[in-house]
């Protein structure tokens, strides 16, 4: 294991009856690290985690901390703590006995308790509230309670599991920004799982998609926006229009594609001529314009949504396939009267397209 590496799980495989939640995967954690696992429901992400924190015992392969292999040693003896979606606060204790437990039954010196929940609730900015009872705060503050209760603890490694899925949106955001903060501070690995992909964008210094119990891409966050490996990652992060055409020409520049009645380049692949590809194009890199002598593709206008900064327009190709368009409202186009139906053209720079694998 390199020596950088905080946690790692080797070739892990994890079965629940005839179902296949992990399917041997292999992941490194980096020191102080902000790392996502994202996907769907029922992708493995949880397990995952959940192997990391030795809540079960992968079927193969091996679990390794700080260089360790911990694979059959008990959660109560790694250096990991884990915070849930449910913060399962003990309601009969303050908020210093909830963050002070775990130091209890480490036996430090009431002094030590004492000095280490002070910092802890420092941290997470609940000073002063200390003697109130959990059914006393908001959704907010307990989901500070039972990280302080995590970070208490001094782990090397915070495990995550979509803590903040029950908070209102508002709220959510203000979180994540604070987690990513908190985490740079305290400089440890945080590995968080969630569904939702702007929080993943949001936090991660690395993503991990995954995908029926593998992995699909690891990446940073731009990365895996801008340069999806294949169809499952362009379609599950951020909006895409996956867009399907015929190359017509190959030249060493760029390829000429054919899309619903017009001609457009894209980046040279590994193509010949009259093949057929998938394409992702994302909706923010078009251009959209009613003035109907330019080049590009053209379409009729199905819907139009105010956003309030941003304009969604959905518009119709010859050939069936309909494009999403984001635009800027401070664009001209976004502040005209197209309406329902007019003919529209449709525009990208060809390095904004990326070939997708299948």
């Not at 992968?58 to 449910?86: A, I, K, M, S, W």
């Not at 280490?116 to 309670?145: F, I, N, T």
């Not at 001609?263 to 003035?291: A, C, Q, Y």
């Amino acid at each position: 294991m390199a020596e950088a590496h905080e946690a790692e799980l080797q070739n892990v495989s994890k079965r629940f009856g005839e179902v296949s939640a992990v399917n041997s995967v292999s992941l490194y954690i980096q020191q102080a690290e902000f790392l996502t696992l994202l996907g769907p429901s029922g992708c493995g992400k949880t397990t995952l985690l959940r192997m990391l924190a030795g809540f079960e015992t992968p079927d193969e392969g091996r679990v390794f901390l700080g260089g360790v292999d911990v694979t059959d040693v008990p959660p109560y003896r790694r250096d990991v703590t884990t915070v849930f979606q449910h913060y399962a606060l003990f309601p009969h204790m303050s908020v210093f006995g909830n963050i002070a437990f775990g130091l209890e039954r480490r036996r430090l010196s009431r002094d030590d308790i004492e000095r280490r929940v002070a910092r802890a609730l420092d941290l997470v900015r609940m000073q002063g509230l200390e003697h109130r009872q959990p059914g006393e705060l908001s959704g907010g503050q307990q989901q500070r309670v039972a990280l302080a209760r995590a970070l208490v603890l001094e782990p090397k490694v915070l495990l995550l599991d979509e803590p903040l899925a029950a908070l209102d949106l508002k709220l959510r955001k203000e979180m994540q920004l604070e987690l990513k903060g908190l985490q740079r501070r305290l400089r440890i690995s945080f590995v968080y799982v969630t569904h939702d992909q702007e929080e993943a964008l949001t936090m991660s210094d690395r993503l991990v998609v995954m995908n029926a119990g593998r992995i699909e891409q690891i990446g940073r966050a731009r990365e895996i926006y801008e340069r999806p490996l294949n169809e499952f990652v362009a379609g599950f992060i951020g909006v895409s229009n996956i867009v399907e055409a015929v190359i017509e020409d190959v030249n060493d520049g760029y390829s000429i594609a054919a899309i619903g009645d017009a001609s457009m380049r894209i980046p040279t692949g590994t193509f010949e001529k009259g093949s057929h590809v998938r394409m992702l194009v994302r909706p923010e890199k078009i251009t959209i314009s009613n003035d109907c002598s330019s080049s590009g593709l053209r379409g009729k206008i199905e819907s139009a949504v105010y956003l309030g900064e941003r304009t969604q327009w959905k518009v119709s190709l010859k050939d069936g396939q309909t494009i999403t368009v984001l635009e800027q409202n401070r664009e001209p186009f976004a502040q005209s009267e197209a309406r329902i139906g007019e003919t529209v053209v449709l525009g990208w720079e060809p390095q904004t397209v990326v070939i997708l694998k299948p």
